[in-house]
């Protein structure tokens, strides 16, 4: 009888335990409640029973007593991420790639101080992006391309100290490169294909020492190359085609072991640095992700 007893309380125990930590803020609650109806759950791939507790939904990722991940790539998600997603306030992971969402970003969403990673990339947002990124220290991971995104790109970007992949390609996206992109030291991927970018890089890309892939194709840049790029020894993917640059003579000393895609409208560096074993191109990976990485 003793040990029924002392099992029947560890069991309440851990189911008690188990509801707890289901349990998220009101706050937290009513901003999902929101974003479900903003973007018009009842069309979604797969729909949240929204008379459930959060922790049945899917793509919602929950600890410690707060949501963690929204992950709802392909879903059929549309209309508009509203605002108040900063109640969310221990958010990770922002994953909405692959939907149809329309309209500007909310004001609040680079307020998330504890995200890593943005994804946004395939949908149909509009507007410019924000001049703030102050308090996004720990953003890893911020990808917007195929978007209908307009105007420069801030010089606040250079904020986002822990970035490691920029992925802009794809959008209506202006003017000139910001200088401000020397200080993303922990940088690998920068990709901005498809834009309307233009005039001469100032930006020094040698101090980028951990870059891996550049892809600047198809913009309006103009003048010479920047020296520092030669030195940038990581570098494994390179673009630069569709661009009116003057002299790209800085990369003839490039010493890079590990290129395995390289394309210019130069000839003669297409040759040197091309290679026979490479397969594809950064051009075809920006439109089609794996999706083993969601």
Not at 76 to 88: F, H, M, R, Y
Not at 123 to 138: A, E, F, I, R
Not at 233 to 254: A, C, K, T, W, Y
Request: charged content about 20%; aromatic content about 8%.
């Amino acid at each position: 009888m003793k040990n029924v007893l002392t099992n029947t309380c560890l069991i309440l125990l851990l189911t008690c335990s188990i509801l707890v930590n289901a349990q998220i803020p009101n706050s937290e609650k009513q901003f999902l409640l929101d974003f479900n109806k903003s973007t018009i759950g009842n069309q979604w791939q797969n729909k949240w029973d929204v008379k459930a507790d959060p922790s049945t939904w899917y793509g919602v990722e929950i600890n410690d007593g707060h949501v963690t991940a929204l992950k709802l790539y392909r879903n059929n998600l549309t209309g508009t991420i509203p605002e108040g997603i900063s109640a969310l306030s221990h958010l990770q992971t922002l994953n909405l790639a692959f939907n149809v969402i329309e309209g500007s970003l909310p004001e609040d969403i680079f307020k998330l101080e504890k995200l890593t990673s943005m994804r946004l990339e395939m949908n149909k947002l509009t507007g410019s992006l924000p001049q703030d990124y102050s308090k996004m220290t720990q953003l890893e991971e911020l990808s917007m391309f195929n978007n209908l995104l307009q105007g420069a790109i801030p010089n606040g970007i250079g904020e986002l100290s822990s970035l490691k992949s920029l992925n802009l390609s794809s959008n209506y996206l202006e003017g000139s490169l910001p200088r401000s992109i020397e200080k993303l030291s922990k940088l690998e991927r920068l990709e901005l294909f498809g834009n309307k970018l233009a005039g001469a890089i100032e930006v020094d890309l040698g101090r980028l020492v951990n870059l891996k892939e550049l892809i600047l194709s198809y913009n309006q840049f103009e003048g010479d190359l920047p020296t520092g790029m030669a030195t940038l020894s990581n570098l494994e993917f390179v673009q630069l085609q569709g661009n009116d640059f003057r002299s790209l003579n800085s990369l003839l000393r490039m010493q890079s072991s590990k290129l395995a895609v390289f394309d210019s409208d130069d000839e003669f560096l297409n040759m040197k640095f091309g290679t026979t074993e490479a397969s594809r191109t950064r051009i075809v990976d920006t439109k089609y992700e794996d999706v083993k990485r969601n």
